[in-house]
């Protein structure tokens, strides 16, 4: 076993050295206060131990790693028939990029890039009874841990910033497939995106994708096939267009947010959490990605 604490230090270390940590972002307003010297790690192992680092206690905005969250919920709720509305290949493209949704009758290329997660929230808004407080439940009840919430400010930030979000959600629409009105599917968007969640936190969220399914309070969540499908999606999809740069150099599925978190799993074996505020060019975690890669390094331990 690889001594995850001193290894654990060693990337702490070189990540405080990093001359270039990148650049926090800026165009959702409210998410450019944060410290880009902001640096945790939490790590977990299937066989129960804990291990963290530097700010792994601190809350940050989790944005598009909710995506996956939300991805598991839908699943849960219509089964296959969510790939009858978004399809399973990567983009190869930014985040926010609307071609490729003209191009392709609005059918959006994978449930990670926004037009595909937007989908993903008007199922939720569809098949939900009260759809915030439900999904906000769902990733308390995943963690175990009721001090989960939204931050109201960042979604607000983004609802009056987020022109492409509404051109994107405008065209589903004008594709029909989009069932709710845009606000509504939005509202819950935006809210889905600005849930805070520590490092912590989040490696015991995503705890039910290392394990076939099941959560860390012995629920089934989904099924065995199901977790399989999302950690493939996130191996191919979870970086956008640079999906493949993550499985070349780190060799893990994983899911980024534009406020700098990073969550990565090897299945039955850990669960490993990144926070580091400070975005390369792709919108990807600069110095989280960095430490992955060192961690898979020198642990060995990756898909590969
Ligand atoms: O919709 C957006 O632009 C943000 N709420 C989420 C984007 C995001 O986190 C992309 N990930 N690296």
């Given at each position: 076993m690889p001594d995850f604490q001193s290894i654990l230090e060693i990337i702490?270390?070189?990540?405080?050295?990093?001359?270039?940590?990148?650049?926090?972002?800026?165009?959702?307003?409210?998410?450019?206060h944060i410290d880009i010297n902001n640096f945790g790690i939490h790590l977990r192992t299937s066989d129960g131990n804990d291990y963290g680092i530097g700010d792994?206690?601190?809350?940050?905005?989790?944005?598009?790693?909710?995506?996956?969250?939300?991805?598991a919920k839908a699943m849960a709720l219509i089964g296959?028939?969510?790939?009858?509305?978004?399809?399973?290949?990567?983009?190869g493209h930014p985040f926010n990029q609307l071609a490729l949704l003209e191009i392709e009758n609005g059918i959006p290329r994978n449930p990670f890039i926004n037009s595909g997660a937007i989908v993903i929230a008007d199922i939720l808004v569809s098949n939900l009874k009260n759809p915030k407080k439900d999904f906000l439940n769902y990733v308390r009840d995943l963690t175990g841990d009721d001090n989960i919430n939204f931050n109201i400010d960042v979604a607000h930030s983004?609802?009056?910033t987020g022109f492409k979000n509404f051109a994107a959600a405008n065209l589903l629409k004008s594709f029909k497939n989009l069932n709710n009105p845009v606000e509504e599917v939005l509202d819950f968007y935006f809210h889905q995106c600005a849930i805070?969640?520590?490092?912590?936190?989040l490696t015991k969220a995503f705890f039910f994708l290392a394990n076939k399914g099941t959560c860390m309070l012995n629920k089934t969540r989904l099924s065995k096939p199901q977790a399989k499908r999302i950690n493939a999606l996130m191996l191919t999809c979870g970086f956008y267009d640079e999906a493949g740069e993550f499985a070349f150099e780190v060799g893990l599925p994983g899911k980024s947010g534009v406020g700098g978190g990073i969550v990565a799993l090897l299945p039955d074996n850990y669960i490993i959490t990144t926070w580091a505020p400070g975005l390369n060019k792709k919108g990807n975690s600069k110095l989280g990605m960095l430490a992955l890669e060192e961690f898979t390094s020198k642990t060995k331990l990756s898909v590969f």
């Open positions: 702490q270390q070189d990540a405080i050295n990093a001359l270039d940590k990148g650049s926090v972002a800026t165009y959702i307003p409210e998410l450019a792994y206690n601190k809350p940050f905005s989790i944005q598009s790693i909710s995506k996956v969250l939300a991805l296959e028939d969510t790939w009858k509305r978004i399809d399973v290949e990567p983009s983004e609802k009056i805070e969640m520590t490092c912590e936190q």
